[in-house]
């Protein structure tokens, strides 16, 4: 069980229409495939996606940092040795998608060495989870048109408009259009990536009232701290804290100062093991949990699914699962399938998921 290797190996996967928000727009999956290997022949795999505009981390910055710092101080240990692990990784300020890959690839490989999916060796509640679709910017026609075809193509019938723009009426349009055009049988919420003012947020869900939103999420910045607080004090619906909680003592200090009363659990960015520390605060503080999307590719979203399933709180909200569907290919060897608004655990050992050779060959950068 003693780890011989660590590989970083970026890829790019061009997206069929950019996905556009907030703080950025994203138009190929530009991500880092992370493959832990053992002295028993077993390989672990999990991708990270570089978000610069959230956390500062890029594609060739992530390699590097695995490369150079993280492979060598795992390199020996036993994939048990997972807080000695996470307390190496965390001398290194930063890289939350580089570390989080490394630990769920060491997850991966453990559940493979034991024959055990993750899921159950995370808490193993159930085997799926109800989809939540992300809306990118848009027109307010297409934007319905796509919630359409999702709910039509895969039965998906949760959606987060991500809103952010000025004039808010330009957002708030959207909102309304969906409500409209798909009916009072869907579940709507907004995430506005901090992209208006306290005010400006104010001013839309007061226009959005009548909409049922479920959630709001990172309206306005959580650095606008008294700002942030008036607005949260105000609202009749849960705000979910996303890129502005990351960590544990990011939860408790943004939910103490009133600033959050939910919170956006990523995979992609606390991996599995600082990922059950900030379910296991939630639970204990009692915050509704959304699981979150990173723009994750099929292997993220597979990690997502897995750590979502394994609790009843995480697997409580439809989890954001889908956005991979907005790629024009991927890396696995039998794609995901979304199917009747759901999404499954794989059940082989593990998260269940091999890496097809050629289509790696095809996308790796550096080869
Ligand atoms: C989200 O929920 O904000 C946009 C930027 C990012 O890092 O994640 C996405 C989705
Ligand atoms: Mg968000």
Known sequence: MKITGIEAIPFAIPYRKPLRFASGEVHAAEHVLVRVHTDDGVVGVAEAPPRPFTYGETQAGVAAV??????????????????????????????????????????????????????????????????????????????????????????????????????????????????????????????????????????????????????????????????????VSQLDVPFIADESAVTPADVTREVLAGSATAVSVKTARTGFTRSQRVHHLAEGLGLEVVMGNQIDGQLGSVCTVAFGAAYRLTSRRAGELSNFLDMSDDLLTEPLDIRDGELAIRPGAGLGVDIDPAKLEHYRQDA
Request: a negative charge; aromatic letters at 6%.
């Open 66 to 231: 695995i490369e150079k710092i993280f492979a060598p101080q795992l390199v020996g240990l036993s994939l048990l040795e997972r807080e000695t692990m996470a307390a190496r990784l965390a001398r290194t300020v930063g890289n939350p998608a580089a570390k989080a890959a490394i630990d769920m690839a060491v997850w991966d490989a453990l559940g493979r060495t034991l024959d055990v999916q993750v899921t159950e060796l995370l808490g193993g509640y159930t085997d799926r989870m109800r989809v939540s679709h992300m809306l990118g910017f848009d027109e307010p026609a297409a934007m319905v048109a796509e919630a359409e075809r999702m709910r039509a193509g895969h039965g998906i019938t949760t959606f987060k408009v991500k809103v952010g723009r000025r004039p808010v009426a330009l957002d708030t349009a959207v909102v309304r259009a969906l409500r409209d055009g798909l009916g009072d049988d869907v579940e709507l919420y907004v995430d506005g990536n901090r992209g208006w003012t306290a005010a400006e947020s104010a001013v839309a869900m007061k226009e959005m009232a009548d909409l049922g939103l479920l959630f709001a999420e990172e309206l306005c910045p959580a650095d606008d701290v008294l700002g942030r607080r008036w607005l």
